[in-house]
């Protein structure tokens, strides 16, 4: 397996898990990513442009997988509660958590808010 060196488009990486010692095998690492839907109209209005979040996101997505990651994506903006991030993150031990820069890097109290939980 590759190390994780992907450079997400929108995206990179917000929190990795510790590495450990020995190298994990293929589809023994869980990796989860969250952000914008690249089409949201908070990804154009923050300045980004839809089309080129799309390409790259499935780029990434499509590297992760073929370097032996399991991948799960859940793309939601602000007007989505919370729970439903919470009900796909439920029942895995995620080895690593990925939140998108339009997330991350957003200026927009509504979006940021989201990294305070419930
Ligand atoms: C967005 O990117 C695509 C692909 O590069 C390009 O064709 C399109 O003109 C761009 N749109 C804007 C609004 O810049
Ligand atoms: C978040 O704030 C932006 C900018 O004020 C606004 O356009 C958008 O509709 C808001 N979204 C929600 C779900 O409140």
Not at 10 to 13: C, D, G, V
Not at 37 to 41: F, I, Q
Not at 78 to 81: D, G, I, L, R, V
């Given at each position: 397996m590759k190390p994780f060196d992907i450079t997400l488009a929108?995206?990179?990486?917000a929190t990795a898990a510790s590495i450990p010692s020995t190298s994990p095998g293929c589809g023994e690492v869980d990796v989860i990513f969250t952000g914008l839907?690249?089409?949201?109209?908070l990804v154009t209005s923050q300045g980004f442009n839809a089309t080129e979040v799309d390409i790259g996101l499935r780029a990434d997505a499509a590297n992760i997988v073929k370097a032996g990651y399991n991948l799960r994506v859940v793309l939601m903006g602000?007007?989505?509660?919370l729970d439903v991030l919470a009900d796909q993150m439920t029942g895995v031990d995620w080895d690593v958590i990925g939140v998108g820069y339009g997330v991350r890097g957003s200026r927009l109290e509504n979006v940021t808010i989201r990294f305070a939980g419930k």
């Open positions: 929108l995206t990179s990486i839907p690249p089409y949201h109209p602000p007007e989505q509660p």
